[in-house]
């Protein structure tokens, strides 16, 4: 016998709505991220893709609905890049990568996190510029990206950001103007240190703000 139409869609929409296919999804991103590294101490060798959420999974925090809220990885000797799958973690709330060897770009498509309260990428080997998308991070209070090899300006978008309280950038290579427009008004002078193009009277805002870029 067929079924209703309006059976039908409600049946669908149930489908489409379930926690546990979101986990599904989350779990394969998780995986697709850890094809990409080396763990040679196996942190990682609980992270079993035919299981059918990720919630068991050393070092992955869920909440009630089994969605991934929480990815703690610092001091874990893991090394390989952050691949853009991370931005498919729609829940997460912490991101802890800290000190390990991540290397690369950090991915734009981290900025779709935005439920994202703390961003810990300190202590790697991450390159290139920091990603204009952490604007969408509206939730966000902890950054930092210390203690890597990052370039380039801090983009002044992220002076949109109303709930950041902690912005750590120091010991990078950044250069430019040091924003100082919304809780960059607070930041202390410690929290940019040992970036040698970020100097002179640009950590005032009283020049261009890409002097030095």
């Known amino acids: 016998m067929a079924l209703h139409p309006l059976l039908s869609l409600l049946l669908l929409i149930a489908a489409v709505t379930s926690p546990s296919l979101a986990t599904n999804s989350e779990g394969e991103a998780l995986h697709s991220f850890r094809t990409h590294l080396s763990d040679p101490t196996n942190v990682l060798q609980s992270w079993d893709p035919t299981l059918v959420n990720p919630c068991t ?11 991934v ?33 991540f290397d690369g770009k950090i991915p734009e498509a981290l900025g ?71 809780p960059f008004a607070h930041f202390p002078l410690q929290s940019y240190e040992n970036n040698k193009k970020l100097n002179g009277p640009e950590l005032q805002g009283l020049a261009p703000y890409d002097f030095g870029c």
């Open 112 to 182: 779709n996190l935005e439920n994202l309260v703390s961003l810990d990428l300190f202590g790697n080997k991450l390159e290139g510029e920091i990603p204009k998308s952490f604007a969408k991070l509206k939730k966000l209070r902890f950054l930092r990206l210390n203690n890597n090899r990052l370039t380039g300006s801090i983009p002044k978008e992220l002076t949109t950001l109303p709930n950041l309280i902690v912005f750590d950038v120091s010991n990078n290579d950044l250069c430019g103007t040091i924003p100082i427009d919304g």
């Open 57 to 67: 999974w050393f070092h992955v925090t869920c909440d009630n609905q089994n969605r």
């Open 69 to 101: 809220i929480r990815l703690d990885l610092g001091n874990s000797n893991i090394s390989g890049p952050l691949g853009p799958e991370l931005g498919r973690l729609k829940h997460l709330r912490y991101l802890e990568l800290y000190r390990n060897n």
